[in-house]
């Protein structure tokens, strides 16, 4: 039995890759980023060379068990690629997850190592954090992240030099859907993004497939996506 669940499980995988055709979202191009100390996502930084239109999907907080699958299978069902900002410990607790999330062809980056509020640490607490999150990261992927996108968007002086002499990448973000109210229903994530997307225009959109709703939401959110025209980015590092 185990077989044949096997057997059905890569059947249906190469019924999806077969299916993605121009009913499809997609995904339009990759932009690769150099493994160097940048900071993008016009929140707080310089833009990505992206046209109007181009937008990147982001997921921040996991892998989480409950709600990762799903987002993955949302990906997969429109054939789009994201990044994933991963937080440490959860790569630790649930990386055989996190494995299959890049396997997916997905590209991850980390989100800390607990999640915590860096400004309330000491400098020498911060980069403790940073170095067990890269740890975990390089435990399970065998290769430095080339990227991290800081705890609530807080960035602090000190990790934002170390990052920057580890040439990580710090993702930044232009929009968001406010996804981290537990009640939220999928119609308010899809108005939330409808409205942010009409007003950035393009952009890094930040959502978090370790939250319930959103998980529960993303194939509406895609089609939204697809619906108004917007060409999905996929960001890979050298
Ligand atoms: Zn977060």
Redesign the pocket.
Known sequence: MKVLALILAALAGTATAADCGPDKLNTSRTLTLKREGAAYGANQHAALPLAKGEVVLTF??GPSLENTPAVLKALSDQCAKATF?M?GQNIVQQTELARRVVREGHSAGI??DT?PHLASMTAEQQLEDLKRSRAAYKTAFGVETPAY?F??LEETPALLDALKQANITVASIDLGIGDWVPEDTTAILAQRLTESLDKAGSGIILM?DANGPTAKALPTLLQVLKDKGYKVVHLEWQ
């Open positions: 921040d907080d900002f937080i989100h800390s999640h996108r705890p609530f978090h």
